[in-house]
């Protein structure tokens, strides 16, 4: 008769034998030890804190300057010496009824293509009885209240050329003017406000 004790050990033994064929390596048939064959530990994306969360870059400023052109930062004060000032109520009536008079005598000169600033000035003093501004050396007014002069010179295909025709500024009471031209393409006479740095002439663009 075997003893029950060795019917245990051998029924231990058959248990080991078949956990040895499936691979595990054990000590004293049942602790298990790390094989050579282990997985590598496999690791989340460690979620983003508060202090490390990406935020949108800044860019540009989204400050516009009211009356910006293109958002260009002040546009609106780069220009204001091509705006013409405020005109009182009783000069830019007058002013009006001087553009009305001069308008007919630019239309004949464009016809006739008289447009040369002697043409122009010689036929608005002669016909209408305007008076040439004149000033003293230092720049002060003696009399007068026409400006004629040759159109603003620009650059063509990298030459500085002065275009055919005249430019008019008529001084009209303490704020108004008429601003007029003639050339080759057309004429007209406008009654505005007196620009700041060029009184009744309208300044050139790119100051």
């Not at 000033?135 to 295909?157: C, F, H, I, P, W």
């Not at 008529?170 to 620009?195: H, M, P, W």
């Amino acid at each position: 008769m075997v003893p029950s004790t060795y019917r245990t050990h051998r029924r231990r033994l058959s248990a080991c034998a078949l956990l040895l064929g499936g691979g595990l390596v054990l000590t004293a048939c049942g602790d298990e030890r790390p094989g050579t064959d282990t997985a590598a530990p496999i690791t989340g994306t460690p979620s983003a804190s508060p202090e490390t969360t990406p935020t949108p870059s800044s860019g540009a400023s989204p400050y516009v300057e009211p009356g910006v052109i293109d958002g260009a930062p002040h546009n609106g004060e780069n220009n204001a010496y091509r705006r013409p000032g405020e005109m009182s109520a009783a000069d830019a009536e007058a002013a009006r009824a001087e553009a009305a008079r001069i308008k007919p005598v630019l239309k004949r000169l464009w016809k006739a293509q008289k447009w040369d600033p002697d043409s122009v000035r010689a036929a608005l003093t002669g016909e209408l009885g305007y008076e040439v501004r004149k000033t003293t050396e230092k720049g002060e007014l003696v009399g007068g209240e026409l400006d004629v002069q040759a159109m603003n010179s620009r650059y063509e295909d990298g030459d500085q050329v002065t275009p055919e025709g005249a430019v008019v500024g008529l001084y009209v009471g303490d704020s108004a003017c008429i601003t007029a031209f003639v050339q080759k393409t057309n004429y007209e006479a406008t009654a505005n406000g007196r620009f700041m740095e060029t009184g009744c002439f309208e300044p050139p663009s790119g100051h």
